[in-house]
């Protein structure tokens, strides 16, 4: 806490001091819809999609920094609407962009998810998926939607021209948390808060709009970066592909600020939240509906007002000559250790869903506890490995997770930071299933239970002083 502290002094008192270099910025954006049948990722069941509402895409943020033609830093951001990054996607991106970009080093390659609910499964065995001309397998969709991501990185890399940036923050009340306790201490994500039990909501909402704003040389506005802390699943369920609240947002802005701008969308500490309230649900739609909106329409509304808000005062301070760090590292989290309650739970029921292909997805989500139990048991359990990148850009923190992150997490990291602004971007580079608070454990429900968590709140405390001290570094020169 010291070093941060002092850290944290350091950057008040000297910012001016610190060298700074000449921004280079590039983007691209591309569909990565398929054209056929897909099983939709996010549910326990079995969903195969029978339309497109909306194109789920991609969007790549290319940033270097250099000093003459000395590179300083670099970074390509790359923002994707779908559930989240599984085992091995990062991995097959890089492979298929590295021979491609020899001045780029693709450890500094990050991918994050928005986390809607109504795009494509990227993982096979989730699923007893038909076999159909008209169906594309989750193993076929990946390739598809590497390949079309490794052409917009290597557009975005090669797009890049010197360009200026700015970031702020407005507020948007988009967050809601979704777990409700009750009388007899336990809660339930999505629980009813219209009984005579129902006690509380669980913890904090996080309503700030943090925003980064890009530009050309000729002052166009290029691209922006909005950290909104709630996953897009409003339209979760259907069997329709569709980006959630994202797509609305996106042709908003573009009908206002020219219909090329990039539009990254980074989702906070969200791991509790929903943007569906628990309570206060009728006098809300009524007011949605008065407007004569849908309400992904409502909440795009709310997003692109804060946006507006930020983008009126950061347009004051638009910077061309700024620091651009980034530090990747690999962090290793200990795992959330099972009871033998919760393996004897655990067991029972991975044992009611074992050899009916219609419930694989509950099998896997018991089962796992078990197996989990077993190397816990043996001693060969280790460590979960995390990919954290923590930039630096200008006054600005960015900080990344593998996981869906509660809160309380983010709110410590953003407190303690040094930056002036800092921007937590969750399900980025892996899928790490949910990280729990300490009183959310205490509660249980789906979201907290060992099901639904391999880390739990010890390592969640780890993760926060790794990020900490990797940002502190960063304002330590």
Known sequence: MRRVAACFLAVTLTASAVPAAELYIGGATTSITPDKSVALDGHRNLRMSNKVESSVTA?????????????????????????????????????????????????????????????????????????????????????????????????????RRPGKVAWGQGQAVIAQNRRAVYANGTAKMYGATNTE???????????NLDVLFFWDEEGRLIAT??????????????????????????????????????????????????????????????????????????LARRIAGGWEDAYEGAGKDVRGDVVLRHRVEEIALPYRKVTDAEVAEARQEAAKYAGNPAQLWNYA??????????????????????????????????????????????????????????????????????????????YGGYGAVIQSSRIGPEGGRMLVERSLAAIADLWSD
């Not at 039990?197 to 309503?207: N, Q, W």
């Not at 077993?374 to 996981?403: P, Y």
């Open 59 to 159: 969007t790549a943020l290319a940033l270097e920094s250099r000093e003459g033609d000395k590179v300083l830093d670099q970074a390509i951001l790359v923002s994707c609407d779908i559930v989240a990054i599984r085992d091995g996607i990062l991995e097959k991106i890089r492979d298929k962009v590295k021979p491609r970009l020899s001045d780029f080093d693709v450890m500094k390659l990050v991918a994050n998810a928005t986390h809607t609910h109504n795009a494509p499964v990227t993982q096979e065995g989730k699923y007893a998926i038909p076999d159909g001309d008209n169906i594309m397998k989750p193993t076929e969709y990946v390739e598809f939607m590497t390949d079309k991501l490794a052409d917009a990185i290597v557009e975005s890399w090669q797009n």
């Open 197 to 207: 039990d129902f006690h509380a909501i669980e913890g904090y909402e996080d309503h």
């Open 225 to 298: 970066a909005i950290n909104v802390p709630c996953p897009a699943q409003q339209a979760e369920g259907g069997l329709a592909i569709h980006a959630d609240f994202w797509h609305p947002v996106r042709e908003m802005l573009r009908q206002r600020h020219g219909k090329d701008l990039l539009v990254l969308g980074w989702i906070g500490a969200a791991g509790d939240q929903s943007p569906r309230p628990l309570y206060g649900k009728a006098a809300d739609q009524r007011m949605y509906e008065l407007r004569g909106l849908t309400r992904l329409e409502e």
């Open 365 to 442: 989500w018991h089962q796992r506890v078990v197996d989990r139990h077993e190397a816990q048991q043996a001693g060969t359990e280790g460590d979960q490995k995390m990919e954290l990148h923590v930039l630096r850009l200008g006054d600005v923190a960015i900080a990344t997770n593998h996981f869906e992150l509660y809160t309380d997490y983010g709110i410590r990291i953003k407190s303690r930071s040094p930056a002036i602004q800092t921007f937590i971007v969750q399900l980025a580079c892996n899928a790490g299933g949910y990280l729990p608070s300490e009183r959310a454990v205490g």
